[in-house]
């Protein structure tokens, strides 16, 4: 599919005007309520939508299902994000009116990193077909692991890029407001804000090892795999702040995210196989693609909510405590 130059000049002026309005909107820290995140989600999910008409009007029909695919996609993958981000909220005590600050670097950290990883994905794919049945197995694998619940033993304080961190810039025990960096006796020292910020930014770069390979299993295309990232990623402050208080209850969205991914592992190996063994091999459309998730999803959220969990999941930071102790941990000693 050729992209013309100017589709991605707008793409590009979308997502900068974007982030500005919302920088301006929440320039000043305050603790985001249910009502303001239920109206940027709506505003983010729209955003989306309308993209995905001009996309299949200027792209072509397939190109809209594609990017609406991929968003969906990256959308219900996500999820795991929020409790991740629960739990690493919970574990720096961050303090509620400072969440969004954080979670908005966090966001432009992963525009980044995802638009590296997601170029090198799709040019690999390009020269190495047969690197799909590997991306393949990882989904699957990832599929097993969520049935599992193995998906449950993340540690902020284990953090390689935590560690690092530390290694390199002192870190101060105490936040500074929305502040990352004080001066103390002529020293510059970094605030635990950003080791949160630093920790979302590492939990992104595990989450990418799943977010990579499904959404090349949508599309190979370049423009539609970033955009749908890029717009999945946007709303997802906003999902974070409209579902805080009721991640426990969707008990079984895992188990319908291990359905979706081990059904995008089985796409992505018929495409692999399409493509290097035989023309033969029938491929899944994206339509049906498209079917499947959104049948997943609402299905996992009714049956979450009609059979509620005996016990509850993580829960995010309510109370502005004091954070932990970031300058040793007791894996340093």
């Known amino acids: ?29 305050h603790v985001i309520g ?28 397939n190109a809209g299902v594609e990017f609406t695919t991929a968003w969906l996609l990256e959308k219900s993958l996500s999820v795991d994000n929020l409790f991740v981000f629960a739990l690493i909220f919970g574990y720096f005590k961050v303090p509620r009116a400072y969440q969004h600050r954080v979670l908005f670097f966090g966001v432009v ?9 997601l170029a090198a994905g799709v040019a690999i794919v390009d020269k190495f077909t047969a690197i799909l049945f590997v991306f393949a197995a990882v989904l699957l694998w990832s ?11 993340y540690d902020p304080g284990a953090s390689i890029a935590l560690r690092l961190m530390r290694k390199v810039v002192p870190v101060r025990d105490d936040y500074a407001e929305t502040k990352f960096f004080v001066r103390e006796l002529g020293k510059r020292v970094a605030t635990p804000l950003l080791a949160v910020v630093v920790a979302i ?8 090892v799943d977010s990579v390979p499904a959404v090349l299993a949508v599309s190979n295309d370049a423009f539609i795999v970033y955009s749908s990232n890029a717009f999945a990623i946007l709303g997802l402050r906003a999902l974070y702040f409209l579902l805080a208080g009721l991640l426990e209850k969707f008990h079984l969205l895992a188990k319908g995210l291990a359905v979706i991914l081990a059904f995008i592992g089985v796409k992505l190996t018929l495409q692999a196989a399409h493509k290097v063994i035989s023309p033969a091999v029938p491929e899944i459309p994206s339509l049906v693609s498209l079917g499947v998730i959104v049948t997943v999803l609402t299905a996992s959220v009714v049956l979450s909510l009609r059979r509620p969990a005996a016990a509850p999941g993580p829960q995010p930071a309510t109370a502005d405590a004091e954070p932990r102790n970031l300058v040793s941990s007791p894996t340093e000693g």
């Open 1 to 29: 599919m050729h992209v013309p130059f100017w589709a991605w000049i707008a793409f590009g002026a979308v997502v900068v005007v974007m982030l500005a309005i919302d920088l301006v909107a929440h320039r000043k820290a």
């Open 143 to 153: 599929a097993y692991k969520l049935t599992k619940d193995e998906d449950d033993s």
């Open 34 to 61: 249910f009502r303001e995140a239920a109206w940027w989600s709506v505003g983010w999910v729209a955003l989306a939508l309308i993209f995905a008409v001009v996309v299949a009007l200027t792209l072509g029909g």
């Open 201 to 208: 930014e590492a939990a992104d770069l595990v989450f990418a």
């Open 109 to 117: 950290g992963a525009l980044v990193f995802r638009a590296i990883f």
